[in-house]
């Protein structure tokens, strides 16, 4: 629904209702568009991830949209390097996550580690030209609501407008409203710089629960990374 006015305090909304339509009774997804918001159609793109069933994902700071690297959190990040002259800004890929939330990855490009060491070549999440993984879930302490997810994002499509070329990482607990929540390892409250961006060399670990994930390489369209965990 696009609006020619501010109105319910000027929010933009998205998400279904359940309603009978032509005799057809169920949760339809809908969005919800003031003026602001389609004069940038990245916004439009967030509302309607919210008619999909996605939620929000942040960084670990108690924000909302903070999470440079989705569309369903900072959309409008790095408009300038991404705007079309009619529909405005264009916003990011969504997260491996909430990608494989709606089905979008086929098992076989999904890699569980299950201990041990594991050494795999993830895909980008953004115009894949393999059928190398593009999801790779790490157990946090065996928990199965509790997990990292490694993904692989470079500047192609519509991840043209990101910071940059990197394996992401992002802590998720499906126990939370937000539930994946990027690692930004310096912990200064920006998302989009390097401390939240694994590139070649790079190892990030948690100690408290034996876990690493190192960047051996880059490939032309992603990157080669080892997954070590204690058991």
Not at 28 to 45: D, F, L, N, Q, R
Not at 132 to 151: H, L, Q
Request: hydrophobic residues 35%; glycine residues 10%; proline residues 3%.
């Amino acid at each position: 629904m696009m609006f020619n006015t501010d109105f319910d305090n000027g929010w933009a909304w998205g998400g279904g209702k359940y309603m009978t339509l032509d005799g057809v009774s169920q949760v339809w997804s809908i969005t919800w568009e003031p003026p602001w918001s389609y004069a940038s159609i990245s916004v439009i793109e967030h509302e309607m991830g919210h008619g999909f069933g996605l939620p929000h994902s942040s960084g670990a700071y108690g924000a909302t949209y903070d999470n440079a690297w989705d569309v369903m959190s900072q959309d409008r990040y790095n408009c300038a390097a991404s705007t079309d002259p009619t529909y405005g800004c264009m916003a990011q890929h969504t997260i491996t996550y909430h990608k494989d939330l709606l089905g979008w990855i086929p098992a076989s490009q999904k890699f569980t580690h299950t201990g041990g060491v594991s050494t795999i070549t993830l895909e980008q999440l953004a115009l894949p030209q393999t059928t190398n993984y593009k999801m790779a879930k790490i157990s946090i302490g065996g928990s199965s609501t509790n997990f990292y997810t490694v993904e692989a994002r470079l500047l192609t499509g519509y991840d043209v407008k990101l910071a940059g070329a990197a394996v992401i990482i992002h802590e998720v607990d499906t126990t939370r409203s937000r539930p994946a929540y990027v690692i930004d390892i310096d912990n200064n409250g920006n998302t989009s710089d390097a401390g939240a961006m694994w590139v070649v060399g790079e190892t990030f670990t948690d100690a408290a629960h034996g876990i690493s994930v190192k960047v051996d390489s880059a490939t032309s369209t992603g990157f080669q990374i080892t997954i070590t965990t204690a058991s």
